[in-house]
C-alpha cells in the first residue's frame, strides 16, 4: 500500500488549505484514514480521522473548523482547514489504518501566519 498526500503551504490566519491522501494498493482493507500533525518541539497529535461508514472524530482544537471527509471510490481522504490559525502550523501527516497494518504519509507542512 502506497500514500500519496497533498496540499499544505503558507496561509494566513483565518484563512483555509485542503490535504488529501490517497491509498493504493488494498483499498478494501481500510479501515480508517485520517491526520496527525507535529509542530516544532510537540508531540504528534491525532487531528481528525474517519472510519469506514464515515463516523469522524476530531481534536478538540479543530472541532468546528477541520472537517474530514472520505471517497471510498477514490481511496482518497480529505481535510477541509477552515479558519486556520498560527497554533494550527505543524507537519500534517496522513494516517490509514488497515487490516493489521498502519501507514504513514509522507508530511506536508502547514504554516499560518498572523
Known amino acids: 500500500v502506497q500514500l500519496q498526500a497533498s496540499g499544505g503551504g503558507l496561509v494566513q490566519a483565518g484563512g483555509s488549505l485542503r490535504l488529501s491522501c490517497t491509498a493504493s494498493?488494498?483499498?478494501?482493507?481500510?479501515?480508517?484514514m485520517g491526520w496527525y500533525r507535529q509542530a516544532p518541539g510537540k508531540e504528534r497529535e491525532l487531528v481528525a480521522g474517519?472510519?469506514?461508514?464515515?463516523?469522524?472524530h476530531y481534536a478538540e482544537s479543530v472541532k468546528g473548523r477541520f472537517t474530514v471527509s472520505r471517497d471510498d471510490a477514490q481511496s482518497t481522504a480529505y481535510l477541509q482547514m477552515n479558519d486556520l490559525k498560527s497554533e494550527d502550523t505543524a507537519v500534517y501527516y496522513c494516517?490509514?489504518?488497515?487490516?493489521?497494518?498502519?501507514?504513514w504519509g509522507q508530511g506536508t507542512q502547514v504554516t499560518v501566519s498572523s
Open positions: 494516517n490509514v489504518v488497515l487490516d493489521g497494518l498502519e501507514l
Open positions: 494498493g488494498r483499498e478494501s482493507s481500510i479501515i480508517e
Open positions: 474517519i472510519a469506514t461508514g464515515h463516523d469522524a
